[in-house]
């Protein structure tokens, strides 16, 4: 194993590490606001994943200003792209989330869904 | 270019505007909005497949006309038309042998949103069909996630919110496997277009270069779809969200949602990663492995289930493993074993859940197993229905199911040293199948006391209490025995729509 890469894409390194967290989070936590958490530092790991792929060391945002038209003056423009596209998915996912979270809070008075789930078996519904 | 060429993109505009126009339309209007748009994009993509079917050769539609490397594209071939048309034809079937139990079990003022959600899910499957764009089929894959959410929630009870929340939750988790592996691909090739990723990885697969990431990726991706197409030991939500939820809902998640998602993920073995690469990558191994596992556990659940609806919806698990293990024996014929499958599967599973309803019907609207003693006698369509359902999955000649299994019979011999496994695994599914098929089956056969029927105040249902129901019965039986009896020429659009997709 070569680990000197791993230093020179430290960000890279961090930006799995979140995205771990998250995961293991949405899939291991009971409560469900934790969950909803998880989730979204799952999906905030994947933009610092975009973007640090787009960044090119020592360019700017490629908004022209000053008239240079160059594109060497500027960073990769897709992967900000992307990042705004999942933020937008990532945003109404998570509103849908928290609404289904409600309404269970509301019949069941509790956020942990192993509890809710044992609740309906004694329902027999 | 001609007219017709349009139309893929016209259908996904249709199928995407008529979502919010339901919104503000009666219920009632909202239904007839659905079945026309429904109807109107099956004739759509009948006319594309006709004309693809003519040139012989698949066509990329360019969106805004903005040339390959940066713009959106649209991809129609064979495969992706007739996956379209096919799936237009069962979720109409389902929408109209599902319209009863709609109007029983959703609220009135919440009708039209239902609507506004199937209209959207049609809008993200013929999207995921047709796209050559993997962000964009990343976007779809959500839309068609909340929207078979919705599906799912609209009917108001405990139980099918926690499905819900279940299903969201696990969906989540693949989706976030998918879009990490989907980075990763992007961050490799430098490239969305699937066409062009094929290319750099090409490349990269014979320069040897990134071989690790490229791996990652490809696993990734295979574990986060196999996850929200309910791969065995991902389906812990699937039978709450199918058992529990409205006809119409279950029945199009089972068939068509689910499918979805596997027909994106062969879409991208063939067009982005290459079938080579992944043949090489034993990525296809673990599929191949988890499919056998999914077959046998998903069909000894269904034993053990008294739950009719629930019966059916592990019996999907069976089924989705039946998909993946021929995916993983890695042979073109194993492919279109396994594309094939998709749409009897489909065909089948839905006439199953319809057909079960139309048996409950007649049994107080009650789905415990020992209330359908003799259902098959009051609700005589449904039952023949039922049993044609069962043979089809037993895998009887003349239906659908028996061709799907010769076709994994043939895959399994040709395939080397997983022949052994395969043969065995699908002997070993075939017999649990028929166990619990069978059993329903004589279970609806066996007359019940006349005191019993008095006592639980059950009726008898005609086709005419029920037209609907009865036409989508009569259509899917149709289908079946269709898509059994005329398996050649289905079989050889499938190997052509896949030569096509190399």
Redesign the interface.
């Known amino acids: 194993m070569d680990f000197a890469n791993l230093m020179n894409n430290y960000e890279e390194a961090v930006a799995m590490i979140l995205f771990g967290i998250g995961f293991s989070n949405l899939l291991l936590q009971k409560n469900l606001i934790k969950k909803i958490i998880g989730f979204n530092i799952m999906d905030t790991a994947m933009y610092l994943f975009l973007a640090l792929k787009g960044y090119i060391a020592g360019r700017k945002a490629p908004i022209v200003v000053d008239g240079i038209q160059s594109v060497e003056a500027y960073i990769n423009p897709i992967p900000s792209g992307l990042v705004l596209t999942g933020i937008v998915v990532s945003v109404s996912v998570t509103a849908l989330m928290l609404s289904l979270t409600v309404r269970l809070y509301r019949r069941y008075h509790t956020l942990d869904l192993d509890k809710i789930t044992t609740q309906l078996k004694k329902e027999g519904l | 270019m001609a007219f017709v060429q349009n139309l893929p993109f016209i259908s996904i505009l249709l199928s995407l505007f008529a979502g919010p126009l339901s919104s503000i339309l009666s219920g009632k209007k909202a239904k007839w909005v659905n079945l026309a748009v429904i109807g109107a994009v099956g004739a759509m993509s009948a006319a594309v497949l006709a004309f693809v079917l003519s040139t012989g050769e698949p066509y990329v539609y360019m969106m805004g006309h903005f040339p390959a490397p940066w713009g959106n594209e649209i991809r129609v071939g064979v495969l992706e038309a007739s996956m379209a048309v096919f799936f237009c034809v069962i979720m109409f079937l389902c929408m109209i042998g599902g319209s009863r139990e709609r109007e029983l079990e959703i609220e009135e003022s919440k009708m039209n949103l239902y609507y506004v959600m199937v209209n959207l899910l049609l809008c993200s499957l013929l999207a995921l069909i047709y796209t050559n764009d993997l962000?964009t089929a990343?976007?779809f894959v959500?839309i068609n996630?909340?929207a078979a959410?919705g599906l799912i929630?609209i009917r108001q009870?405990?139980?099918t919110?926690?499905a819900?929340?279940?299903y969201?939750?696990m969906s989540?988790?693949g989706s976030?496997?998918f879009?990490?592996g989907l980075?990763f691909l992007?961050?490799l090739t430098g490239h969305?277009l699937m066409s062009n990723i094929q290319e750099s990885v090409r490349v990269l697969k014979q320069t040897g270069e990134y071989h690790v990431p490229l791996l990652v990726s490809i696993c990734l991706i295979s574990v986060g779809l196999a996850i929200k197409s309910a791969l065995y030991p991902f389906h812990a939500w699937l039978p709450d969200a199918y058992g529990?939820s409205t006809l119409s809902s279950a029945a199009i998640l089972s068939s068509l949602v689910s499918k979805g998602y596997v027909f994106l993920l062969v879409k991208i073995f063939y067009r982005v990663v290459g079938f080579d690469v992944i043949m090489d990558s034993k990525v296809i191994n673990v599929l191949f492995v988890f499919g056998i596992i999914g077959m046998i556990m998903g069909s000894v659940a269904a034993i053990k289930e008294n739950n009719i609806r629930r019966m059916i919806a592990f019996s999907s698990v069976a089924q989705i493993g039946y998909i993946y293990m021929g995916l993983g024996l890695g042979s073109q014929i194993g492919s279109i074993a396994s594309v094939y499958h998709i749409v009897a599967h489909a065909a089948t599973k839905s006439l199953l859940f319809v057909a079960a309803s139309g048996l409950t019907q007649a049994s107080g609207d009650s789905t415990d197993f020992f209330d359908l003693t003799g259902a098959g006698f009051r609700n005589k369509l449904a039952g023949i229905a039922f049993t044609v359902g069962s043979l089809s999955m037993v895998g009887f000649p003349m239906f659908s199911g028996f061709t799907s299994k010769l076709l994994f019979a043939q895959a399994g011999v040709e395939s080397g040293n997983k022949m052994l496994l395969t043969l065995v695994a699908l002997a070993l599914s075939t017999i649990l199948n028929a166990v619990y098929f069978m059993k329903t089956v004589i279970r609806i056969y066996t007359p019940e006391k006349k005191k019993v029927l008095v006592q639980k105040d059950f009726h008898s249902v005609t086709m005419a209490d029920q037209p609907a129901k009865s036409a989508a019965l009569v259509c899917f039986i149709v289908l079946n025995l269709f898509l059994g009896l005329w398996s050649e020429p289905m079989v050889r659009l499938f190997g052509d729509g896949l030569a096509m997709f190399a």
Do not use: H, K, S, W
Request: charge should be negative; glycine fraction near 6%.
């Open positions: 962000f990343y976007v959500e996630t909340i959410c929630m009870n405990g139980r919110i926690e819900a929340t279940r969201m939750i989540l988790l976030g496997l879009l990490l980075c992007y961050d969305l529990y």
